[in-house]
């Protein structure tokens, strides 16, 4: 079983900076890609970006965050952060971080944290 707490959520103006994080605990050896999604009000959930388990190297981003945001992970503190810069109102939205598993290719997510960006 993995658990994850994500953080760093907050209200900035636009233009502004935010980093998210996200501790994985539990089974966190079983952990292979882990990930950011974000749910904007009245809106469906949609994908942020993905790192899997070797780093930055290996990272994928959505269209819309691309060149304004930055996975990474630590994988000895077990952790996903998201670095997000140059913040738009429209990326206002509950980010929640996810992790996949290599024994039970099961997902777990987060309890997600508020991003609030004002113009």
């Known amino acids: 079983q993995v658990q994850l707490v994500e953080s760093g959520g907050g209200l900035v103006q636009a233009g502004g900076s935010l980093r998210l994080s996200c501790a994985a605990s539990?089974?966190?050896?079983?952990?292979?890609?882990m990930g950011w999604y974000r749910q904007a009000p009245g809106k469906e959930r949609e994908f942020v970006a993905r790192a899997s388990r070797a780093g930055i190297t290996t990272t994928y981003y959505a269209d819309s965050v691309k060149g304004r945001c930055t996975i990474s992970r630590d994988n000895g503190k077990n952790t996903v952060y998201l670095q997000m810069n140059s913040l738009k109102p429209e990326d206002t939205a509950v980010y929640y971080c996810y992790a996949d598993s290599y024994g039970d290719n099961e997902r777990t997510w987060g309890q997600g944290t508020q991003v609030a960006v004002s113009s």
């Open positions: 539990g089974s966190t050896f079983s952990i292979n890609t």
